[in-house]
């Protein structure tokens, strides 16, 4: 189950991995409830980013997400091994949001060989001159690889559309320009992963604050963060429409609350290592033989 083929069909859905990786639903932690079913009309505002189920303190979660990234960084070589299906990761959030902890905490034990973590500002003056999924499709992960995207494509229907860069006609159309992007990676054997790191308002100015205090922090605050904050409102529509638009059976949405870091890297390493051992990554075979090989001295 789950492998993948490279004929062009869809490859097998890895977008509920629980319901064949775990032996007695619901998982702990509960990721499930966090992914966008197609058509279910997410709203933002109905999500509690405080939410940590049952747990309630960091050391509760530390064995557990050190078991993850076990999982992970095992599944890994395997993937990396038989190089028939790669797996992209998406993160997406508002500022302060945890991309860059998550990617920390969740791949600290990948070997970086079979990893690559690209990162998206504004286009430069070639991506510029390029369809806006150029660069993207450029940076995708090839097969037998894991890609990380710190923002993404949905870059192109966010901030251009809070900052009325193009017109609506323009980036309202890209939704589905996206969701053909991501069928075509499914069916080339690539699994598509998305994770909306939810943080509250509050949240957001704790971390601001706290950025701001922290001489050994301060390099990561900007005066245009007090700027981009201004749009929350804004963003967080953007986001909404953007999750529920283009939340597919083949390339899931997964709204994390994440105003707690420790629950937020639990529930992100289990969907991703669930997701991985859906997808059945095998070593390939040994060559023939090879019982009857000595080492010469």
């Not at 605050?221 to 909404?240: C, G, L, P, T, V």
Request: aromatic fraction near 10%; glycine fraction near 8%.
């Amino acid at each position: 189950m789950g492998r993948a083929d490279n004929t062009g069909r869809d490859a097998p859905s890895t977008g509920a991995p629980e319901k064949t990786v775990v032996d007695q639903p619901p998982p702990e932690p509960d990721y499930p409830r966090y992914r966008v079913e197609p058509g279910s009309g997410t709203v933002l505002a109905g999500v509690d980013p405080g939410q940590t189920e049952h747990y309630r303190k960091k050391k509760e979660v530390l064995k557990e997400l050190e078991a993850q990234r076990r999982r992970i960084g095992d599944l890994q070589e395997r993937l990396y091994a038989e190089n028939e299906q790669g797996l992209l990761v998406v993160l997406q959030a508002m500022d302060t949001g945890g991309k860059d902890g998550t990617i920390k905490h969740v791949f600290g034990g990948i070997n970086p060989q079979g990893c690559r973590v690209s990162s998206f500002k504004a286009p430069n003056p070639e991506e510029a001159n390029h369809d806006f999924l150029w660069r993207y499709h450029k940076s995708a992960p090839a097969r037998g690889r894991i890609g990380i995207f710190n923002r993404s494509h949905y870059e192109d229907v966010l901030v251009v559309r809070v900052k009325g860069l193009v017109e609506e006609s323009v980036w309202r159309e890209r939704y589905g320009l996206i969701n053909e992007f991501e069928r075509n990676l499914s069916r080339s054997g690539i699994t598509v992963l998305k994770f909306f790191l939810h943080i509250s308002r509050d949240e957001q100015k704790r971390r601001l604050e706290s950025r701001l205090a922290d001489p050994d922090k301060r390099w990561k605050f900007s005066k245009n963060d007090i700027k981009e904050r201004a749009f929350w409102d804004d963003y967080q529509a953007a986001f909404e429409d953007a999750i529920n638009e283009c939340s597919t059976g083949h390339a899931p949405w997964y709204v994390v609350p994440a105003n707690k870091k420790w629950y937020r890297n639990l529930v992100v390493a289990r969907t991703i290592a669930d997701t991985l051992e859906a997808m059945d990554p095998r070593f390939p075979p040994a060559e023939q033989g090879l019982e009857n090989v000595t080492i010469p001295d």
